[in-house]
């Protein structure tokens, strides 16, 4: 497996969506036709552009789709620019699938889920949401919490309209940190629109965003009586070689790109203070 992982494959990029103005969607395929390889929702691949750099990033679609693989991108540092120069047409590598995936298979069956994310943190629980709808007769109902700084800034939004909020058993629940024109929904933080929303605590929580909003956001569910072993999140972020080579993510008996990126925050409570 470890084999097999470090080999990149070249990929084309065959489809580039334009999201928001600093998040751009990826969609990429062998130069045959075929998804690079398969993966589980929460793992992530590592994308190259040769002579620049390489850095881990989530595979946003989901397991179920068998067509092509999407990566959505935030452009912040040197190889990210590149990345969002690219056209169609265009090759780059990709090796993996790296990571600890969200456990869809056993621990989340049957389960009433909540996903809340954050600006760019819906790109990684966008592969979870989109393998749960693919397999609704396998999990409870299902409720979303979205929130990002603007209506602009919201990711996947034309999915989310047309797509996810059409299904009839998924509750979508849209936010944006301050009024503008043009929009007419909830205006707020996440972690406020989350205790007044006031969800059920019984419901499984995936959830992604900036720290400070999952710090918050934490908080305000464990005052609402959800305890800590219902509650995942996921830390890519932290991972840099993706096989526990390189130490970057070595926190204590840890090491984020083998353990994780998927944690429950019970196993959080476990690393030192410093993390």
């Given at each position: 497996m470890i084999n097999d992982t470090l080999i990149p494959y070249i990929a084309e990029v065959v489809d580039v969506r334009i999201d928001t103005p600093d998040v751009k969607t990826f969609r990429v395929l062998t130069p045959d036709g075929?998804?690079?390889f398969e993966h589980?929702?929460?793992?992530?691949?590592?994308?190259?552009?040769?002579?620049v750099g390489e850095a881990m990033f989530s595979i946003t679609s989901s397991p179920t789709n068998k067509d092509y693989m999407e990566f959505s991108i935030k452009k912040c540092g040197c190889l990210t620019e590149w990345l969002h120069m690219i056209e169609v047409g265009q090759q780059i590598t990709i090796r993996?699938?790296?990571?600890?995936?969200?456990?869809?298979?056993?621990?989340l069956l049957g389960k009433d889920l909540l996903f809340i994310a954050g600006g760019i943190g819906l790109a990684p629980l966008r592969s979870v949401i989109n393998y749960v709808r693919d397999n609704r007769n396998k999990y409870?109902?299902?409720?979303i919490?979205?929130?990002?700084?603007?209506?602009?800034?919201?990711?996947?939004?034309d999915e989310i309209i047309h797509e996810w909020m059409t299904d009839d058993d998924i509750v979508v629940d849209l936010t944006i940190d301050k009024e503008q024109d043009g929009w007419d929904g909830h205006v707020g933080f996440i972690p406020d629109f989350v205790k007044e929303l006031s969800p059920d605590n019984s419901k499984t929580v995936l959830m992604c965003g900036p720290p400070v909003m999952i710090k918050f956001t934490l908080q305000r569910l464990i005052e609402l009586g959800f305890e800590k072993t219902q509650i995942y999140t996921t830390m890519e972020l932290k991972?840099?070689?993706?096989?526990?080579?390189?130490?970057?993510?070595n926190i204590g008996s840890?090491?984020?790109?083998?353990?994780?990126?998927?944690?429950?925050?019970?196993?959080?409570?476990?690393?030192?203070?410093?993390?």
């Open positions: 075929k998804k690079p589980l929702p929460g793992q992530c691949a590592m994308i190259s552009v040769p002579g993996g699938p790296y990571g600890k995936h969200f456990p869809v298979d056993n621990e409870g109902k299902v409720g919490i979205y929130g990002a700084r603007s209506k602009e800034d919201l990711v996947d939004y991972m840099k070689c993706g096989v526990g080579k390189c130490g970057r993510c840890k090491y984020v790109c083998k353990d994780g990126p998927v944690f429950r925050f019970d196993e959080l409570d476990e690393l030192p203070d410093e993390y």
